[in-house]
């Protein structure tokens, strides 16, 4: 019998530990509460019942002979179009295109950052899931630019905690259909689980407080260029929050956008990319920040909008 640690994910705080489980090791919902029930999954050295639910800041182990997963591991590969722009024994920080998921998960066939290093050579820290290991912050597969992977666990901790505390300093870019009033705001609406389709989240009374700062850069008739700042990191939270503003990133079908506009601008995905990531580097204790300028298709797509292609007719 082998015990496995992980420290409790933001994302699943709040959780059934049964469903907590399932998503944080890959495998059945049968399989995890047979171990809640045999108890083999303690927190913070407690014995968990399948409806308990997670608490922030946890630590959850789990003790077995094994664990098969459900179908999410990591396979070495070549994620063409993926940089790496940063690479040291504690951590590496990557440019990741668009169509690239952050870590393998059930039902994904695609690539993915934690397959690309792994094809290049590049170990990560063994720290979390088995399938998302060394991952401390994630972004949208349709979502492209800075992510940053821990390599040393070391790295694992203390970038988790840097996450939690709000000390990363996250600033996006994205076209968004119309113009916000104010042209500089903070939208301060909690995020969580959408109640009736599971692959959206939503803003709700019973979602997790969220923070997004943004700016006006650009005006144009059909959308704005924006610079946004996360306060906090919940799944989808630029999505979601401009959505319920009634100003979707331009692309964005999942929360509302226009398709007829994503098409003349050429866009086949939400225009929204990570350019700006900072943080205290773990082992060297500096302040260290990193750049991406926005892909080509949101470059092109952003080169129409200002052309006025966006006008039907």
């Known amino acids: 019998m082998t015990e496995r640690l992980f420290p409790v994910p933001e994302g699943l705080v709040g959780e059934r530990a049964d469903l907590a489980l399932t998503r944080l090791l890959g495998i059945s919902r049968a399989r995890a509460a047979q171990l809640l029930a045999d108890g083999f999954v ?51 920080v990557v440019d990741k295109p668009a ?45 492209s630019g800075l992510m940053v992977v821990a390599k040393s666990d070391l790295a694992y901790r203390e970038l988790k905690e840097q996450f939690r505390d709000r000390l990363v300093h996250k600033v996006y870019q994205a ?29 709700t009374a019973q979602g997790r407080p969220s923070i997004t700062h943004y700016r006006t850069l650009e005006a144009h008739r059909h959308g704005s260029l924006l610079e946004i700042e996360l306060e906090t990191g919940r799944t989808h939270q630029i999505r979601v929050h401009m959505s319920a503003l009634r100003h979707p990133c331009v692309g964005d079908l999942t929360y509302g956008a226009d398709p007829s506009l994503a098409r003349r601008l050429g866009l086949q995905r939400q225009w929204l990319h990570a350019v700006r990531l900072g943080f205290t580097h773990p082992g060297t204790g500096q302040a260290i920040e990193f750049t991406s300028e926005p892909a080509a298709d949101l470059q092109e797509g952003l080169v129409r909008l200002r052309a006025g292609v966006g006008q039907s007719g």
Not at 50 to 79: H, N
Not at 177 to 203: E, K, M, N
Request: proline share 7%.
């Open 42 to 92: 303690t927190l913070d050295g407690r014995g968990l019942g399948k409806s308990d639910r997670l608490s922030a800041d946890g630590l959850l182990a789990v003790t077995a002979t094994e664990i098969e997963p459900t179908g999410a591991a990591v396979v070495p590969m070549q994620v063409p179009g993926m940089q790496v722009l940063f690479d040291d024994r504690d951590l590496v």
């Open 99 to 143: 169509g690239v998921a952050a870590h393998p998960s059930p039902g994904w066939v695609g690539p993915t950052v934690l397959g690309g290093l792994a094809g290049a050579g590049i170990n990560v820290s063994a720290l979390g899931a088995a399938e998302r290991q060394g991952i401390v912050h994630r972004l949208d597969v349709g979502t």
């Open 175 to 203: 076209v968004v259909q119309g113009h916000l009033d104010p042209l500089v705001g903070t939208i301060d609406a909690p995020v969580g689980r959408h109640p009736t389709a599971d692959y959206r989240f939503a803003v």
